[in-house]
């Protein structure tokens, strides 16, 4: 799969945002992460991530978004969307440590992408290519899509409802 052209379509397929009629969003791609950074990323989870995942880290380890207003000006940088591998690591270090009694042990998830509101984050699970949302504040985890490409797809384009 061509991981940046899907992503790139996903936010095309984005319904116009009364707010920011004038711009579009558009993804900021970084450079593709390693192996021996995937690798070691495993390692420190103690588990495989789904092939998928890893396909897409290796186009880009993470990704942002951005405005781009009709005139060519960006403005209002979303940040990081999609973590990169230190990230993921960091993330889902600190949940994994953090204590918290949820519907899911912390120790089978790996965190790997955020909207940005309520401390939600996406996770996956350990030998699933299940997509849960963790709530904080609800303590709980939530599915919310069967598989990566149909959560990247339907969370960009705004389809996805968490």
């Known amino acids: 799969m061509d991981w940046k052209e899907f992503i790139s379509h996903a936010y095309q397929s984005s319904p116009e945002d009364d707010e920011w009629e004038d711009a579009e969003r558009n993804p900021i791609f970084y450079p593709p992460a390693s192996f021996a950074d995937i690798r070691q990323l495993e390692l420190a989870m103690h588990m495989e991530l789904p092939q998928l995942l890893k396909e897409l880290l290796l186009t880009t380890n993470g990704f942002g978004e951005v405005l781009v207003f009709a005139d060519g000006r960006e403005d209002i940088s979303y940040g990081t969307v999609l973590l990169n591998t230190k990230e993921i690591e960091e993330y889902t270090s600190y949940f994994r440590s953090s204590g918290f009694d949820t519907n899911i042990e912390f120790k089978e998830m790996v965190f ?31 599915p919310v899509s069967s598989n990566l490409s149909d959560f990247i797809f339907d969370w960009l384009s705004n389809a996805l409802e968490y």
């Open 112 to 142: 790997f992408a955020t909207p940005g509101v309520d401390g939600i984050y996406f996770s996956v699970r350990k030998n699933e290519e299940t997509i849960y949302a963790w709530y904080p504040m609800d303590r709980a985890f939530q």
